[in-house]
């Protein structure tokens, strides 16, 4: 009979670390720090959007997703959470949606990427859940930008 035990405790340091209020902060020199554009599709609005993204050096992140209605870029959602890169890993905690807090015990709000690619100007990340591959490009940020002002 295997011994699952080490997988096990794995899985389960896993969750524990994704459901804890200490989720672990990024390299203050990271590459992915900083804010961040692009158009690519999103499974949970079911077409393709854009977004604008602030990863800040603290480990926390916001994210606004937009459509583009009439020639003019419209917010649809936004998130607020935690997030972290190590090991080629990029894992995002949600704490917030449209400034109302989540159940962070459920697996849909913490996502695992693998990323492909960064320099200083874009990053390729890929969700193996998914299957999606997503490309972002690197941006000024502006104090209190949103994607209106993009």
Known sequence: MPNHTPTLIFLALAVLAACSSEFPKPDPDDPLIGCWSGEDFQPVL?????WFMNRRPD????????????????????EE???NHKDG????LTLRVAGTSVDTTDPQYTDSYEVKS?????????HPKMN???TSIKIACERN?????R
């Open 81 to 83: 959470g935690k997030w």
């Open 145 to 149: 930008a949103t994607l209106r002002q």
């Open 89 to 92: 890993v990029y894992t995002t």
């Open 132 to 134: 999606l591959t997503f």
């Open 46 to 50: 079911q077409r393709k959007t854009k």
């Open 118 to 126: 960064v320099n200083d100007n874009q990053l390729t990340y890929y």
């Open 59 to 78: 480990g926390t992140f916001s994210i606004e997703f937009g459509l583009n209605e009439r020639g003019a870029d419209q917010p649809v959602n936004t």
